[in-house]
């Protein structure tokens, strides 16, 4: 029973264009929402997260939505770039703990 | 570099060896945690560390897992008895502190296990 998922195991956009990234939970106990970036043999890099009492965080070219009611977060990339082609995961936990859940990824390609 | 490291890279044994797995946290990070990352799959947590201690080992797939971390800094995991479903990428991550909060987990490059 996989409570973090990411559906799409690949997507593919031209660079310039904004790439989405889709997770969807359900333990309505996960309040704390991360998004890893994981290069080949490397480990995975924290990007960006967001609290359950936020619907939207920025970070540069990088914001995460989070649909609460939905159970359901994005992350939207703009300007994609072929630096940005990794795996990203996305993870949650619960309010207090240390120890996120993890989605299986989704492996972004930017075409030139 | 000052980031975690991860020893061996890659790791090739056979049924039913013992391996051991090692992780040199970030200095200062007193929290240290082990993940399992099985092909297709994200990284899956097997135990967490709080200075020496072990302060949640709920994710140890079975007793033939166990890790220690005698001086509060370096890590290993060890595996007796391996059997072919123990082969994956083993993560090792540290954070400078543990629960809650903005807790950023910086990881390593993982040790990749191929049990034959």
């Known amino acids: 029973d996989q409570q973090v998922k990411q559906n799409s195991p690949s997507l593919s956009v031209q660079e310039g264009r904004i790439s989405i990234l889709n997770c969807d939970y359900t333990?309505?106990?996960?309040?704390?929402f991360l998004w890893y970036k994981k290069y080949p043999a490397e480990g995975p890099t924290f990007l960006i997260s967001i609290s359950s009492i936020k619907d939207k965080n920025e970070d540069g070219r990088f914001t995460v939505f989070l649909n609460k009611s939905a159970k359901h977060l994005s992350l939207h990339i703009v300007s994609s770039q072929p630096g940005d082609s990794a795996v990203y995961f996305c993870?949650?936990?619960?309010?207090?703990?240390?120890?996120?859940?993890f989605g299986r990824g989704t492996s972004l390609i930017v075409h030139p | 570099g000052a980031g975690v490291s991860q020893t061996p890279s890659n790791k090739v044994t056979e049924k039913g060896k013992y391996v051991e797995l090692r992780c040199d946290p970030i200095s200062g990070h007193t929290a240290l945690y082990w993940y399992r990352q099985s092909l297709g799959q994200g990284p899956e947590f097997l135990i967490y560390?709080?200075?020496?201690?072990?302060?949640?080992d709920s994710g140890l797939p079975n007793d033939r897992f166990f890790a220690v971390r005698p001086e509060g800094s370096v890590s290993t995991l060890k595996i007796q008895r391996t059997e072919r479903g123990d082969s994956a990428v083993y993560l090792c991550?540290?954070?400078?502190?543990?629960?809650?909060?903005?807790?950023?987990?910086?990881f390593g490059p993982g040790t990749r296990l191929t049990v034959l």
């Open positions: 993870a949650a936990r619960p309010g207090g703990s240390y120890i996120p859940t």
């Open positions: 991550a540290s954070s400078p502190q543990g629960a809650g909060g903005h807790n950023e987990q910086f």
């Open positions: 560390f709080q200075g020496t201690g072990a302060a949640d």
């Open positions: 333990n309505s106990m996960f309040d704390y």
